[in-house]
């Protein structure tokens, strides 16, 4: 997307979230930082380890949006920088959305046409209606990526406008005033639950090998997998935490 939509987007909404002018200006600008100062993960192959440019049109680069978002969240609840970071979170959500997969029979293929004519062809005119929807909406933080990635990319430059619009609101939303009812009683719930299947698990290593530190290692091995495997646990964390950083 290019910079000035990415901006103009961003101020948009921030005006909408009634962000003073400088906190405004400081998200939007903040919103083309990926692409100035590109973001890069580790990847380990046999051979080799080398630094990768994250894509911003990837579940890598929604990831990145999420990692940058949490960010942001723990920096406004103790009133910190968290223009920076929300800013960057953006880039990526916004990016996101564009359609870059070009139908030829049953395959899709990436297209960098395809992208490019997207992008170069956005309307002027911003609907509020996606904005609207986006600061209204009812979306647990665990939930964010997989709303995001339900509604698809954009398939015409107006699509891919009024989804980067709704992304870009859910997100500020999920940082200034985040949905979390009943998410501390689902949280307590479930790290009672959690905490019964981590004592019966680490006796049943005890149990089986001994009172022995093969036996302390064998539970705590089958604690790990219960918490690795207790999905609702983990997602009632992931909202709390959100909640309260």
């Not at 990926?34 to 192959?45: A, G, H, L, N, T």
């Not at 870009?168 to 940082?175: E, F, G, I, N, Q």
């Not at 200034?176 to 949280?187: A, I, K, L, S, W």
Request: one cysteine or more; a positive charge; proline letters at 4%.
């Amino acid at each position: 997307m290019k910079w000035d939509d990415h901006r103009r987007i961003t101020t948009y909404v921030c005006k909408l979230f009634n962000f003073d002018e400088e906190t405004t200006r400081k998200i939007s600008e903040a919103s083309i930082l990926p692409d100035k100062e590109p973001d890069y993960v580790i990847v380990r192959r046999k051979k080799r380890t080398y630094r990768k440019r994250v894509s911003h049109h990837s579940e890598e680069g929604l990831e990145m949006g999420l990692k940058y978002l949490k960010i942001a969240r723990k920096e406004f609840v103790k009133k910190g920088d968290f223009e920076t970071p929300l800013g960057r979170a953006l880039h990526y959500f916004q990016d996101y959305v564009v359609g870059t997969e070009k139908k030829l029979w049953i395959f899709s293929l990436r297209s960098w046409e395809k992208h490019d004519q997207l992008e170069a062809n956005l309307p002027e005119r911003i609907d509020w209606k996606p904005a609207k929807e986006g600061m209204e909406s009812k979306v647990y933080p665990h939930q964010i990526l997989g709303t995001i990635r339900k509604r698809g990319k954009g398939e015409t430059p107006e699509e891919v406008l009024n989804l980067a619009v709704y992304a870009t609101a859910l997100a500020v939303k999920m940082v200034v005033d985040p949905y979390v009812e009943g998410v501390e009683e689902n949280y307590q719930k479930h790290l009672k639950i959690m905490l019964f299947i981590s004592l019966l698990s680490f006796l049943s290593g005890l149990i089986a090998l001994g009172l022995n530190l093969e036996g302390v290692l064998a539970g705590l091995f089958l604690v790990l997998v219960g918490y690795v495997l207790n999905i609702p646990f983990r997602r009632a964390r992931f909202d709390y935490k959100w909640w309260k950083p």
